[in-house]
């Protein structure tokens, strides 16, 4: 995984996502993956949550005006290599993120990865219902590669669920609402990446890579994130995926042993 580090410039990643305190999730774990991978993140902030390892307790949305204002003051003055998007948490700061890209223009945007949260690993919904639908029509179609889990993926379609048999069929689905590419994550241990130009499947990991831990709290958001901080590294997106694969996996290996709260604890970056 490693790179050599240019001296005279950072590789710029931004997230656009929801604070985690007990710091396992959110923007917290994406910018210890970007640390970790010898980028240097950034946060523009949509929604506090007071959260832990066995919940989330209570949600802060933050104005969405105040959501473009920190993108303005950011874009306006760095340049930035790759963007994440995480939770969006409400319909307004979903318009808002959206028009501020259209703004950019497509065309000059850097790789964007949208991971699509709407639920935390403890099941609790952290998005609103009106969120969802805005989401696919107005973000989703900017994606460079869009990284729903496997319930994720069920709601973005509409549906109760998707086996292993179907996930192919289900990312092709996903295609259709404009994303380059898709990346089912975390069917019975596998993930399958579609990615549109070449109507390609590509199936990542395999069932052997399954590591049983209960500290999976914030595995979704570090895959996302290191897939974004490759791209941001001028990996090509199956590169990208296949590395961030191996680095949260072995994020989720080295932190099964830790016992960090009552309920699901980090990985450990
Ligand atoms: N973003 C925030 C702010 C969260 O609190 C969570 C989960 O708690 C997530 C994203 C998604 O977490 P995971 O990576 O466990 O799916």
New binding site residues.
């Given amino acids: 995984l490693a790179y050599p580090i240019d001296e005279h410039r950072y590789i710029n990643v931004m997230t656009i ?4 305190p007990s710091g ?4 917290q ?1 994406d910018l210890k993956t970007f640390a970790s991978l010898h980028c240097y993140g950034m946060t523009t902030i949509t ?1 506090l ?1 007071a ?1 832990n390892t066995c919940g ?1 307790d209570s949600i802060y949305s933050l104005p969405a005006s105040f959501v473009r204002q920190q993108l303005k003051s950011v874009f306006s003055d760095i340049n930035i290599d790759a963007i994440k998007i ?2 969006l948490e409400r319909e307004e700061i979903v318009v808002e993120v959206a028009q501020f890209l259209e703004e950019k223009g497509v065309a000059k945007l850097p790789p964007l990865v949208v ?1 699509p ?1 709407i ?4 099941g ?1 919904q ?1 998005i609103d219902n009106n969120a969802i639908n805005i989401l696919k029509e107005k973000i989703i179609p900017f994606a460079t590669l869009l990284t729903p ?1 496997r319930q994720e993926a069920c709601r973005l379609l509409g549906r109760n669920n998707i086996c292993v048999d179907d996930l192919e069929e289900a990312a092709k689905e996903l295609l259709k609402l404009g994303t380059k590419a898709v990346l089912i994550k975390g069917v019975d241990g596998r993930d399958c990446l579609l990615v549109q130009e070449q109507e390609k499947v590509v199936w990542i990991g395999g069932t052997t890579d399954w590591i049983d831990s209960k500290n ?8 996302s994130a290191a897939i974004t901080a490759f791209l941001g590294r001028g990996d090509p997106l199956l590169r990208a995926v296949q590395k961030a694969k191996i680095y949260i996996t072995e994020a989720i290996r080295a932190g099964a042993t830790y016992q960090q709260g009552h309920g699901a604890g980090p990985v450990c970056h």
């Fill in positions: 996502a929801g604070s985690d396992g999730a959110g923007l774990a929604a949550t959260q989330v995480g939770m991971d949260v639920y935390a690993k403890s609790d952290i889990n999976v709290h914030g595995t979704g958001c570090t895959y």
